[in-house]
């Protein structure tokens, strides 16, 4: 395709919202407008919703979206994990059955990765399936699952295979979670959030076709949705125009459901917005040793901030994505420990304050308490630095001793 520029696609989306743009109708009418004008995500191929334009498009249109006072697709793990996924790896049996709700909002994903005994060993899962008939039949537990609670579908990676090495025996479903055999169970978190869940699969059904990739081939379909993870973790409330209209109010509401499970992210990224006015508010914005910690927090940011930026300008320029998932990843780890480190420092003993009466109305203490989450969601640090040590600088793979044998055969808690 020719190349298209930045200009033509603003003036055509704004013409298109002209004409289409309605506060009157639902927001599933709004969006089914979206997804048939194929404005919903338009680097995506033009055959599934989209018109093959480049991904820095995507930016482009949803914020002409947005500034219009008008609504796109639905924020969260549908949008973010499901549906990349299911483009990259599904059928065209599944992409028609999955793309379109996801897209409308009409149906809601949460993802079945980690389990008790399978964290940073993902490929060590022991949650299985079997096929039985037209079904496949799935017991194991899950935990740590985001929005399981009110979720539709999971992306689920679970066994089938036990004969064949670890990394082969894996198969990636889309599992029905509103069934009998699915039990939800929220987790209560220390600072006081319940963002996640375990859920036990007893004897669940999924159809035989709701295999996204093919059977045994799971793996490879995994790291597709771990890369999305990596670039998903800045997640952020939509400001939505404040005017009474059927579909902002539900485009409101469904955020606000939402964000319920999501509001203490911002503090999981360490608020250093917040870090000089909370040094002012406590008078140690004169304190040399706090002054150290305040510039420290902001170049890191500021190192972090550049860093997608080149992100952003080589995926316009074309570039497939590089080493700055992970660099950006452990980026926004390191930035969330020194902000830890620096308003732990102003906060003093206050700091073990929860509440209202606690600084900035509390936030200062969920700061404090959600900041140990960015270095473990969506890998963990210590996994980031073998990604990038192995994949990104060349380096010798660490030493495995299961990676060949049967996965029958390997030793496991
Ligand atoms: C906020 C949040 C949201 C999450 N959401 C989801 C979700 O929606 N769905 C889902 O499936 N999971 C989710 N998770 C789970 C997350 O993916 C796992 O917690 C993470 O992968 C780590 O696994 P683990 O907890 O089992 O820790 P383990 O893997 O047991 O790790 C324990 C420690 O050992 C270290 N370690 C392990 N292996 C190595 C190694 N090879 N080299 C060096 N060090 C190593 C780790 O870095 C860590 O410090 C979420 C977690 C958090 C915190």
Known sequence: MAQIQEHKIREDVRQWIKETWDPAISLLEWRTRLVEGKWAVPSWPSNWFGRDYPVWADEIV??????????????????????PTILKHGGEEQKT??????????????????????????????THAELDGDEWVVSGQKVWNTSAHH?????????????APKHRGLTYFALPMNQEGVE????????????????FMTEARIPKNHIIGSAGDGWAVALTTLAFERGFASLKKPKYA???????????????????????????????????????QQNKN????????????LTLHQIGEWTASRAKAARKLGRPPGAEGSIGKLMSSNVARQANKT?????????????????YDGVIAEILLSTPAKSIAGGTDEIQRNIIGERVLGLPREPSVDKDLPFRDVPRN
Not at 151 to 163: E, H, I, K, Q
Not at 254 to 264: I, M, N, P
């Open 97 to 126: 059955r999955f793309l379109r709700p996801a897209l409308t909002g009409e149906e809601t994903w949460c993802q079945l990765f980690s389990e008790p005994g399978a964290g940073s060993d993902l490929a060590g899962l022991t």
């Open 151 to 163: 979720a539709d579908l999971g992306l689920l990676v679970a066994r089938t295979d036990w004969d």
């Open 286 to 297: 004169n304190d040399p040793n706090i002054r150290q910690e305040i510039v420290k927090l």
């Open 184 to 199: 939800i169970r929220p987790l209560m978190q220390m600072n006081k959030h319940s963002s996640f869940n375990e859920v």
């Open 343 to 359: 308003h732990t420092l102003i906060a003093g003993a206050k700091g073990m304050l929860a509440g209202r009466e606690a600084g």
């Open 62 to 83: 949803r914020s002409e979206i947005l500034s219009a006072g008008a609504v796109t697709t639905p924020i969260g793990a549908s949008m973010n994990l499901a549906a």
């Open 242 to 280: 404040k005017q009474k209209s059927k579909v902002l109010e539900e485009a409101e509401a469904e955020a606000t459901e939402h964000f319920k499970v999501y509001s203490w992210y911002p503090q999981r990224a360490g608020r250093v917005d917040l870090a000089e006015g909370h040094a002012k």
